[in-house]
């Protein structure tokens, strides 16, 4: 059985991970919040998240994802705007 402060911790860091890497892959943050979002509905309708703490780490970990990854993005577009200047 799994420990719960195992589970913690995965949901601490895998959700905002997760966002960065599909917002490389997809160059756009919004697909990668979506997709990483539908993954976590589908991990908890499987019945892998159990109780609220994990619903408000993983939304925590969303969220810092998210921040990060719309940096990243923006980032990357001011530097295209001004190589092509």
Known sequence: MESMVTKFFLSLFVPGLLVILFTRVTFNHYVGLILTVALIAAAVYA?????WLLFIVNAASL???????????????????????
């Open 63 to 85: 969220t810092a994802g998210f921040w990060y990854s719309s940096n990243m993005y923006h980032k990357r577009k001011k530097a295209e705007a001004h190589e092509n200047e």
């Open 47 to 51: 019945g892998f998240t159990h109780t």
